[in-house]
Structure formats: C-alpha cells, structure tokens
C-alpha cells in the first residue's frame, strides 16, 4: 500500500524556516515525483514544488522560488521541503503528492497527482 506521511508544521514569526519531510512507503522512489501542495485559507490548492527521483529535475512557484528547496534522501525514502524567510502568506496547510513520471519544471498539478498524504499546518505569524 502506498502511503505518504508529512510532518514538520507548525507556528513560526515570519522570517523564520521550518522544515517538512514527507515519508514514502510502499513503492521506491524510481520514475517517480514527490512534492507539495499548499492550500491557504479561502484558497485554491496549489503546487508548489516537486522533485523527480533522479534529484535532477525541480519544479518551484513563483510565490516559493529562492526561499525554499527540495530535496530527498534516497535511504530514508523522503522528500523535505526547507522553507526559509517564512511569510504570513505562507501559512496554509502543506500536502505531500507523489505522481508517477518526472517532475516537469513549468507546473505542478493536482490533475497528474496519484497519490496524496494528510496535510500538515503551516502557520506564519506577522
């Protein structure tokens, strides 16, 4: 059985960083993406970055570019998002996505999404 288990959020000032890691079981990281979605209050859900199992190939908004990185541990089978200089935009609850096939690099979207993690709250204060 597939599953994907994120961790990592909580309450953070704003120009702080928090880190969240998404745990896969029940398949490799081979031919694979994982990444994030974010969904803020009284907002769509939105991708925010992913990376394809080579580690090579990422994918970051616009709204995240230059202040988070990707990442995954190949042994641990996990995918860690670094969030730094943290804004009160931010805040929203995170949800790890895995999807099979690369991670394209000018979009990430909940239509190619096959699998889905429970989110984790990400709370930004001003």
């Known amino acids: 059985e597939v599953q994907l288990q994120a961790s990592g959020g909580g309450l953070v000032q704003a120009g702080g960083s928090l880190r969240l890691s998404c745990a896969a079981s029940g398949f490799t990281f081979d031919d694979i993406a994982i990444g994030w979605f974010r969904q803020a209050p009284g907002k769509e859900r939105e991708g925010i970055s992913c990376i394809s199992s080579s580690g090579i190939s990422t994918y970051y908004a616009d709204s995240v570019q230059g202040r988070f990185t990707i990442s995954y541990d190949e042994i641990k089978n996990t995918v860690y998002l670094e969030m730094n200089n943290l804004k009160p935009e931010d805040t929203g609850v995170y949800y790890c996505?895995?999807?099979?096939?690369?991670?394209?690099?000018?979009?990430?979207?909940?239509?190619?999404?096959?699998?889905w993690g429970k989110g984790t709250l990400v709370t930004v204060s001003s």
């Open positions: 996505a895995a999807e099979w096939g690369p991670c394209i690099d000018h979009g990430y979207y909940e239509s190619g999404v096959d699998y």
